[in-house]
T-cell receptor, first 111, second 116 residues
């Protein structure tokens, strides 16, 4: 089965600084999703990437899917306290069907 | 739009008891998903339905778990008998299409289950 590895597991960033989270797949990605969650609460959909080389932005969050469609990065510019939470990538593996999530990256934003 | 509705929000029960979790998807959505989340295992897909029909239940941990979707506006996840290791937050999600995971999934607030 496909595995999704997220890195780092957690990070602490000072308010105003940039941060990047990576999600690497063992197989070709047919759809890569990014979500934000506060633990134990529902997931907030951020964006979905499907095409190799695709890049999408929403406010200060940008996500990219590399050309080979096996890795995605999520970049937050000028982080704010509202960006704190757990970010999860999720992947649709196409023919193998089962949707899977990465383990998540906990983001802490300090003053 | 009310979003995905789950009930109860919190459930505490004793080992061996039956537990039923309920979900009302967003009106007009054609797919419904059940997930479980724990600190140890992260977020896991249990089962999903397209047009009320179960498509993939390979994530259901064992026979103690069962899920039904009798109509487009209601689904249940039942655990019988419950065990302490079933303690987790259970999420229900719905999406507008039937394309599996190529549609955006909208998550409910979750049910926090504690089995003593």
């Amino acid at each position: 089965s496909q595995e999704l590895e997220q890195s780092p597991q957690s990070l602490i960033v000072q308010e105003g600084k940039n941060l990047t989270i990576n999600c690497t797949s063992s197989k070709t990605l047919y759809g890569l999703y990014w979500y934000k969650q506060k633990y134990g609460e529902g997931l907030i959909f951020l964006m979905m990437l499907q095409k190799g080389g695709e890049e999408k932005s929403h406010e200060k969050i940008t996500a990219k899917l590399d050309e080979k469609k096996q890795q995605s990065s999520l970049h937050i510019t000028a982080s704010q306290p509202s960006h704190a939470g757990i970010y999860l990538c999720g992947a649709d593996g196409g023919s193998w069907g089962k949707f899977q999530f990465g383990a998540g990256t906990q983001v802490v934003v300090t003053p | 739009d009310a979003g995905v509705i789950q009930s109860p929000r919190h459930e505490v029960t004793e080992m061996g008891q039956e537990v039923t979790l309920r979900c009302k998807p967003i009106s007009g959505h054609n797919s419904l998903f059940w997930y479980r989340q724990t600190m140890m295992r992260g977020l896991e897909l249990l089962i999903y339905f397209n047009n009320n029909v179960p498509i993939d239940d390979s994530g259901m941990p064992e026979d103690r778990f069962s899920a039904k979707m009798p109509n487009a506006s209601f689904s249940t996840l039942k655990i019988q008998p419950s065990e302490p290791r079933d303690s987790a937050v259970y999420f229900c999600a719905s999406s507008p299409g039937t394309g599996g995971f190529t549609d955006t999934q909208y998550f409910g607030p979750g049910t926090r289950l504690t089995v003593l």
